[in-house]
C-alpha cells in the first residue's frame, strides 16, 4: 500500500485518540495507493478487538466502489507489534482480498505494517510505502 506521510499520520493520530481501546476504519485506495482515510468507531470499544459496525460500511464502502477506488481496513494494537492476531485472522476471513493496515503503538515510536490474509489464514507482509 502506498499511503502518504500525512494520511499515515490521520490513522496514527487516531490509534492515539482511541488508546488504551483499538481504533479501526477505512483507508480508501485507488490504485495500491491511498487517497482518504475514514476513522470509525470500535463498536466493541475493546483494548483486545475492533469491530466496524457494518451501517458505517453500508454508507462509506459504495461511495469508495462508485468512485473507482476499493478499500484496506486498518485497525491498532495497542499492546502488541502490528502483526495479525489470530483474532485479527480468523475476522479477515470474512474479507478476502482485503489488505489489512496495523499500527502498533506498543513501542517508542508507532509502526505502521500492512498485510494481505488468504483464505487459509496465510499471513504476508504487503508493505507501507
Request: with cysteine.
Amino acid at each position: 500500500m502506498i499511503i502518504a506521510p500525512e494520511l499515515q499520520d490521520q490513522v496514527v493520530a487516531h490509534a492515539r485518540r482511541d488508546a488504551p481501546n483499538e481504533c479501526c476504519g477505512i483507508v480508501a485506495l485507488r490504485d495500491g495507493a491511498a487517497y482518504a482515510v475514514h476513522a470509525l468507531p470500535n463498536a466493541q470499544a475493546s483494548p483486545l478487538r475492533f469491530e466496524i459496525d457494518g451501517l458505517h460500511l453500508v454508507k462509506l464502502l459504495p461511495s469508495i466502489e462508485d468512485e473507482g477506488g476499493s478499500y484496506a481496513i486498518y485497525h491498532s494494537h495497542t499492546r502488541s507489534a502490528p502483526y495479525p492476531s489470530q483474532t485479527d485472522i480468523e475476522f479477515s476471513l470474512d474479507w478476502p482480498g482485503i489488505e489489512w493496515l496495523i499500527v502498533g503503538l506498543a513501542g517508542k515510536e508507532p509502526e505502521l505494517r500492512s498485510f494481505q490474509i488468504d483464505e487459509r489464514g496465510a499471513v504476508s507482509e504487503a508493505g507501507v510505502g
